[in-house]
């Protein structure tokens, strides 16, 4: 069974520091990784998804790597802003299965 | 592109009673998937179709839960009875293929247990 773990639970920064989130993995066997972020009483909105052969993917500040065979993977998100306050989740894929960790709740002081 | 749908937003009920939370998935998406989310963990799959028919139910507990998307577009997910631990966002995801095709999700259904 796979078990998706993030690291920490939960991360208070000033404003422009970069942040630096983590997510480990058991089972390598996967074909995808997955960042989401989920804002208050809302539903996940994707950020990135990084294929099992793709080492990194990048959007705007935001990028994302996978090492698959040491299972982690690492959200950086720079210049962090107020509005980047949310819980960031990770998830993978084995077979047709998505397994989510349980998050990092970011908070950015302005 | 409309987005996933899922109605009530909110729902406040009493255990014992029972509940019906809605879903349409985006257009065209062939696969539908329900989550329960409980407060600081991430969301757990219940169940998984694929038009009309159950790929994966293994963790919907079956004795209370029921789900159904009859005609291959949108579903209902029920709860009778409800217990206090089935306090939770439930979000509905769809994907355009099963498997391993990027699931978009809806702003889920808080439900709350008294």
């Known amino acids: 069974k796979q078990e998706v773990t993030q690291i920490p639970a939960a991360l208070s920064v000033p404003e422009g520091e970069n942040l630096v989130l983590n997510c480990s993995f058991t089972?390598?066997?996967?074909?995808?990784l997955q960042w989401f972020r989920q804002d208050p009483g809302k539903g996940l909105t994707s950020l990135l998804l990084?294929?099992?052969?793709?080492r990194e993917q990048t959007s705007g500040r935001l990028n994302a790597s996978l090492d698959k065979s040491s299972g982690r993977s690492t959200l950086y998100i720079a210049a962090s802003q107020p509005g980047d306050s949310a819980t960031y989740l990770c998830?993978?894929?084995?077979?047709?299965?998505?397994?989510f960790g349980a998050g990092t709740t970011v908070t950015v002081r302005a | 592109e409309a987005g996933v749908a899922q109605s009530p937003r909110y729902k406040i009920i009493e255990k014992r009673q029972s509940v019906a939370f809605w879903c349409n998935p985006i257009?065209?998406?062939?696969?539908l998937y329900w989550y329960q989310q409980i407060l600081g963990q991430g969301p757990k799959l219940l169940i998984q179709f694929q038009n009309n028919g159950v790929v994966d139910d293994s963790q919907l507990p079956k004795d209370r839960f029921s789900a159904e998307r009859l005609k291959g577009v949108d579903s209902t997910l029920k709860i009778q009875p409800a217990k206090l631990e089935d306090s939770a966002v439930y979000l509905c995801a769809s994907s355009l293929v099963g498997g391993q095709g990027e699931q978009y999700f809806g702003p889920g259904t808080r439900l709350t247990v008294t």
């Open positions: 089972d390598s066997a996967i074909y995808n």
């Open positions: 998830a993978v894929r084995t077979d047709y299965k998505l397994s």
């Open positions: 990084i294929q099992s052969s793709q």
């Open positions: 257009s065209g998406h062939a696969t």
